[in-house]
C-alpha cells in the first residue's frame, strides 16, 4: 500500500518526523553561506599578520574551526581565497567611489574623507591591504593583478573628476594636464597615512590627517583658492 505523503511538518506512518525539502537546503545554504564568512573573517586576521606567502591554509582552516578539506570545499586554492578576501573587503570602497559620478572635485575629496573614516573602524583590514599591497609589487604574486587595477581605477576616476572640474571652472585651468599627478599623490597620501595608522590606531587620527590634506589641495587647486 502506498504511504499517504505527509504535511509539511508532519509525521510519517513510523512516526518520524518529516521536514520540508526546501528548509532543510535553505538551512544547509545558511550553514555554507556562514562557514564562508568564518573561512573569510579568519584570513583576514592570516594575511594581515603574516602576508600570504607565511600564511597556510591549514592554520587557516584549524582557527576557522575546520577541516583543511572543508575549507578547499568553498575555495579550491589559497590564491582563490586570497582572491575573494580581497574583492569582499574592496566591495564597499568600489560601490561608495569607483562607481560614483562626482558633480565636482570638493564631492571627490570628501568621500576620499568618508572612506579614510571607513577605514579606521576596520583595522584588520586595512593592515591586510599595506601588508598585501607591499607584498604585491612582486609581478609573480596572486594578488599583483588585482592591486594594480585597483589603482589605475582610482587615479582614472579621481583625475577625470580633476579634468571635468577644471574645465568646469571649479579648479585653475591648468590642472587638466596634471590631474594624472595629482590623482597619483593624492592615492599614494591615503596609503601613507593607512601605514601610519595600523602602528598605531588609538593615537594616529586617520580621517583627520586625511581631511586635512584634502582641504590643503582643493584650496591650493581651486580657482578662489
Given amino acids: 500500500m502506498a504511504r499517504n505523503r505527509t504535511p509539511e511538518g508532519s509525521a510519517d506512518e ?3 518526523r518529516v ?3 526546501a528548509r532543510t537546503a535553505r538551512g544547509s545554504y545558511a550553514v555554507g553561506d556562514e562557514r564562508r564568512q568564518r573561512i573569510l573573517d579568519t584570513a583576514v586576521d ?5 602576508g600570504f606567502h607565511a600564511s597556510s591554509l591549514a592554520r587557516i582552516a584549524k582557527d576557522a574551526g575546520i577541516t583543511q578539506g572543508g575549507l578547499l570545499h568553498h575555495f579550491p586554492s589559497k590564491e582563490d581565497l586570497l582572491l575573494h578576501v580581497l574583492e569582499r573587503a574592496d566591495a564597499a570602497d568600489r560601490e561608495g567611489f569607483l562607481a560614483r559620478e562626482f558633480e565636482s572635485a570638493a564631492e571627490m575629496f570628501s568621500m ?7 577605514d579606521s573602524a576596520r583595522v584588520e583590514q ?3 591591504f599595506n601588508v598585501l599591497a607591499a607584498e604585491a609589487g612582486d609581478p609573480g604574486h596572486p594578488a599583483h593583478a588585482y592591486f594594480a587595477r585597483r589603482y ?9 573628476v580633476l579634468r571635468r572640474a577644471a574645465r568646469a571652472g571649479e579648479l585653475r ?4 594636464a596634471v590631474a594624472v599627478a595629482v590623482a597619483q599623490e593624492v592615492a599614494a597620501v591615503l596609503d601613507g597615512l593607512r601605514i601610519q595608522w595600523v602602528l598605531d590606531p588609538r593615537g594616529f587620527d586617520l580621517a583627520g590627517r ?3 590634506y584634502a582641504e590643503r589641495v582643493l584650496r591650493a587647486l581651486s580657482v578662489d583658492g
Avoid at 585651468?173 to 587638466?176: A, G, S
Fill in 126 to 128: 586595512t593592515r591586510m
Fill in 14 to 16: 513510523s512516526g518520524r
Fill in 46 to 50: 592570516h594575511f594581515a599578520r603574516r
Fill in 210 to 212: 586625511f581631511r586635512a
Fill in 152 to 160: 589605475a581605477g582610482l587615479v582614472e576616476v579621481m583625475a577625470g
Fill in 112 to 118: 576620499l574623507v568618508r572612506l579614510a573614516e571607513h
Fill in 173 to 176: 585651468p591648468d590642472m587638466e
Fill in 19 to 21: 521536514q520540508p525539502a
